[in-house]
């Protein structure tokens, strides 16, 4: 990779940064977990940056890639471990009062979420809030645009349904 | 969504390790090197499907430019600016600009680098969402000028026509002046007498030459004129839009309207994109803002014993061995029945301005004539589609948007909210005199408007409600442009109007404040303070379903016309709603009463704003809602802080569009429908 490319490559990073962690909460990690899938998914991407051509298609390559590292945490051993230890125990890492921040809001998250199936969440995360084209998102999870749609509009009505939309009183 | 955004928006990631991820990223590249290329199987397989072209499609014309590379994403700068318009130095160089610029827009099969400026016409906002319902333009209005921070009334112009500006009145089907009622159906005009207890059929006049025309109705009573203003039906069409590409504007003199006489016709060889009027009764100014489009060359296309190369070639050299006859307008100034003249050039060499390379290929034309004497109108134009215009009372824009160097050709045209990328818009200010308009400014701004609506001039401030373009941070904006010298300078700018992936539904412009709605899920309706160096949002109200159109009724009352999901106890479902809403005090905008109409019921005035009346004296909203292939008339009457409310069938099909309520002096209220016209008893 050359320079030019390298600089390239260095403000993706800083520009989508924000986003893949916030992604990766939504999609179901806390936020420790989100950091490292986020760099972890950075680092993959590195060396095939200079071929994927375009900013639309890096972006929707960096999030498959994304999903998958999420997916693959979750089957491995080494979550099923991890997630019976309490997430306070992470509070030594960092500031203590932003941690706790976190950790309640990335709860909250979950919590809204959790009335989805995991397929819905991961067209909600990327369509709606990533804010990825439908055929970015499509790329992302290998399923076809119509697919999107559909999970999308199932996934928006459910979250309708519990009230996670609607947070509003009566019109009248 | 209103938390779970909150939520997103709330959850902090830390600064970006982008060193530590640099070093890990050639700490493993080196080691993987080492490693047999099997194991790098899993990840070349998935970034291939990237690379070759899976689902994300790329201009595959080698003339045409490439979308995307490898431009790093930055923060973005707001505006810039750039030097005024200037003309050619001569014929020559003028078309040398022209062959130029078209050569890299013309492929083995014609006009095939450069989509963006038909987007918009192709396919109109109403198509581009998905899962959204079908949006609305956004509408917007000025104010009058004297108020405070408050929201100010707005009613139809003089001739009965809702309008973008007080001032300047626009086209429509029907026009009236209080006496005299004109509507045009197909190809008649009919006028009709609306000072009795009945309304009278005066006269009918076959206007053949004019399609899909509109009126505009100048002179005092006793000597009133109709500019009758449409397409040209024999001229040809645009092979990428389908529509005619000449228009023709007739003259009609009603002085006896049971006698109407056509005293003009003046025929364009390019499509008018808008037509105002400005101007004391009997002194009407009209200026038509023209389009040319790109020009039928002599295109060839791949075929059996043409390749595709070749077939470029040739294409090629059609655009070399073009002239200026081929890309600047002409017009034909003739008396009906005594051609007072042939056809004549509507512009000179150095009356077209050259504008930036990155303003898209086309000639935008700006005439003006008086209503008196349109057979002598006076013109300039722009070497590049900049066909969205707004004409306050005393300035004239016009904005090339956000196709920028080329658009995405066989890209899906489906995304709204993160529309084609590249997206710079182009601002160009004109003071207006009489019978000319003036390049005074220019500017840009990163993002892209969608129409006239989403400007708006008072006090010598320009604002813009600015959409996100790929290259900006991804909410709307509202922006505020000053004029210094030649350049329209950014001067202040509220970001975020809206939360991500939320449209801008409806704008309305005041003088001290901006109300937009935006729309996912439910409708937060902003009340945006303009006052300070920068907009700023003085509040928010959510409600379920959006406003697609707003109507200030006066100081204390607002209505929104658009969709919602309606009460579980009348059945569910989704439809048409109008809502009355207090703004007395901004600050806590009420919702007092909301009607929901049946299922799958749709307002009219969402995607016209003609379709809405406020009758003051009245105090009555008469809104159109469509159901299915019914129009009914949805009367709504004030009462404090609630609306009385009935409904009246009034058309069928097609004539629904058609229907227009127009308010008369006495009280009276006349209901246009697609056969006749008749008063409409509100009590």
Known sequence: MDTQEEAAYAAFVDASWRDLVRAAVFLGADPHEAQDLAQTTLVRCYDKWAQVDGAERREAYVYRMLVNAFRDNRRSRWWKQRSEADPADHLDDHPARDRTDQVATADAVHRALAGLSKTQREVVTLRYFVQLSEAQTAAALGVPAGTVKSRLSRALAALARDRHLLDIGDPS | MSDLENLWNDLDAGSPPTAEVLRSARRRRRARRLRPLVAVGAVAALSAAFVAGGQLTRPTSDDGPVVGGTTPVTDLAPVAFHADLQPADSCGDLLATYRQRALGLVGPYGWDGQMSPYLHRLYPAAELADNARAPAPTTAQQGMADAGFGVQRRTASGTGTNTQEAAVDEPDTVKTDGSLLVRLRGSQLVAYDVTGEHVKRLSTLPVDGVREGELLLDGEPGSERVLVIGADPTSPRDPMTGERRGSRVLSVDLSDPTEPAITDEVTYSARVEAARQTGAAGEGVVRLVLDSGLPD?????PHRGVTTKQAAERNRRAVRRSTLADWLPTYNAGNAGNARGGRADLLDCDTVAVPQREVPLDTTTVVTFATADPAAPRAFGLAGDTTISYQSADALFLASSGGGGGGC?????????????????????????????????SGEVEGTIRDRWSMDYSGHELRVLVRPSSETARTNSIVLFHRRDDRLVETG????????????????????????????????????DLRGKNPSIHSELTLPGYSGFLQPLGRFRLVGVGEGPRPKADGGGWGAQLGLFGVHDLSEVKPLDTIHYARNTYPQAESDPRALTWLPEHRTVVTLIRHGDTGYLSIDELADQRLQHRMLEVEHGSDVAAVRVIGLPDGKVALVTGEDVRFLRLD
């Open chain 2, 297 to 301: 060359l002599d295109f060839t296309h």
């Open chain 2, 409 to 441: 050709f066989g890209c899906p045209m489906i995304d709204t909210i993160r529309p084609v990328s590249g997206g710079t818009t182009y601002l160009f200010e004109f003071d207006l005199t009489d019978d000319q308009a003036v390049s005074v400014a």
């Open chain 2, 493 to 528: 700018r509220l970001d975020g109007v809206g939360h991500r992936f939320e449209e801008v539904r409806s704008v309305r412009w005041q003088r001290n404040l901006a109300l937009v709605v935006t729309y996912r899920q439910v409708d937060p309706l902003y009340v945006i």
